[in-house]
Each structure stands twice: as structure tokens, then as C-alpha cells.
């Protein structure tokens, strides 16, 4: 399976501004998710991330507040814009194989918090 | 009503228990099953997956999935005190509706105790 970097890995940041978090895959891979969980909850998908044009967003989040990069088969951004306090959570990068039968593997996750 | 509900827990079983740990879920375009273990302040890890119905076995633990009751179940044997972590459960469809998005269940944390 395929082995995900994601950076930071936690950091605390001032309401208002923006962080962005990145997330590096060692092979090419097809399908590239962001996920957010928030604390004690399960995992929600923010977008998946599209090579070469915008991403799919769920309902409920807008690519202004979530703007997602993914210039290539192995590299996706997600940043969190004018961030407040309700946005303290995990922020999880996920890929998936060109089959799709297999599950995904998750990168370690990058911790904010808003303060 | 939620697409997957799990159980949130705690659980806490004595070292060596069998441990069930299940979900059900509403959408019958369900097709792949999956079930990730995750430590805390890591990201989640893949523990089995399932396509349809059926049993798959992987060491210490069996995953099942009964389609007709949408439910579907992992069984820990021999539980130790490493598997002490938060299970949850995830699906996705396929056919004409597939985005490749997987729906996760709530978690269950599970703490083994030595």
C-alpha cells in the first residue's frame, strides 16, 4: 500500500488566519479524499482531490473556506481560510488504488487548533 | 437516520476475550466493507476488507458481512492489550452512484485490559 506524508502534524493557530497542510504519496495513486474529525467523532470527507482540476466538495463545505491544490498524482494542499475555533480538529489526507477494491490508507493526520 | 450506525462504546474486555464489534447500515448500494483501527493521535490503519457478503479471516480477526440484514461484524480472538483502540467501520457503494467516497461509522473504542 501506499506510504502518506502529511505535514504539520499538529499546530495551533490564530483565529483568522489560514494554515495549509500538505500531503505526499510515495507512488501515483488515482484517488486522493480529505477528511476531517473532529474530536470524539468519526470521520467526515471534506472533498476529493482531483489532478489537474477542482475538487468535488461534500455538502456543507465550500472551497473558499477549504481551498484544495493536487498538482499531480502524488501531491495534494488542503488549507483551512479564516480559520475560528470551530474548525479545531484532525485533518486527514487519504488515497486509494486505481481498482478501488482495496481500502484506503490514511496519512497520520495533522492536529489544529484554533485559539 | 445516519447511512452507518456503530456503537460508540467504551468497551473494556480482560486480556484473552472475544470481542464483537458490529455496525449496520441503511444503504443497500453498499458493496465494500472495510474495518480500520486507529491509535490515538495517529491516523486510521486497515485492518480487513470485505466485498458483498460473507466471512474473511485474518489471524486473530474475522470480519462478516450479512447484506440481507446490513449489518456487518469484526471479531477479535485472543484479544490482547495492543488492540486497545478506537475500530470503526467504513463502506462504499458501487455502480453508477460510486464516487470512491467511503462512510464511516462513529467508532468504537475498545480497551483490553491485562
Known amino acids: 500500500s501506499a506510504v502518506i506524508s502529511q505535514k504539520p502534524s499538529r499546530d495551533i493557530c490564530q483565529r483568522g488566519t489560514s494554515l495549509t497542510i500538505q500531503c505526499q504519496v510515495d507512488?501515483?495513486?488515482?484517488?486522493m479524499f480529505w477528511y476531517r474529525q473532529q474530536p470524539g467523532q468519526s470521520l467526515t470527507l471534506i472533498a476529493t482531490a482531483n489532478q489537474g482540476s477542482e475538487a468535488t466538495y461534500e455538502s456543507g463545505f465550500v472551497i473558499d473556506k477549504f481551498p484544495i491544490s493536487r498538482p499531480n498524482l502524488t501531491f495534494s494542499t488542503l488549507t483551512v481560510s479564516n480559520m475560528s475555533p470551530e474548525d479545531s480538529s484532525i485533518y486527514l489526507c487519504s488515497v486509494g488504488g486505481d481498482t478501488l477494491v482495496y481500502g484506503y490508507t490514511f496519512g497520520s493526520g495533522t492536529r489544529l487548533t484554533v485559539v | 437516520q445516519k447511512e452507518v450506525e456503530q456503537d460508540p462504546g467504551p468497551l473494556s474486555v480482560p486480556e484473552g476475550a472475544i470481542v464483537s464489534l458490529n455496525c449496520t447500515y441503511s444503504?443497500?448500494?453498499?458493496?465494500?466493507f472495510m474495518w480500520y483501527r486507529q491509535y490515538s493521535r495517529k491516523g486510521p490503519e486497515l485492518l480487513m476488507y470485505t466485498y458483498s457478503s460473507g466471512n474473511k479471516e485474518d489471524g486473530r480477526f474475522t470480519a462478516q458481512v450479512d447484506k440481507s440484514s446490513k449489518y456487518i461484524s469484526l471479531f477479535i480472538r485472543d484479544s490482547q492489550p495492543s488492540d486497545s483502540a478506537t475500530y470503526l467501520c467504513a463502506m462504499r457503494a458501487v455502480g453508477s452512484s460510486n464516487t470512491g467516497k467511503l462512510i464511516f461509522g462513529q467508532g468504537t473504542t475498545l480497551q483490553v485490559k491485562p
Open positions: 444503504n443497500s448500494a453498499f458493496q465494500y
Open positions: 507512488s501515483q495513486v488515482t484517488m
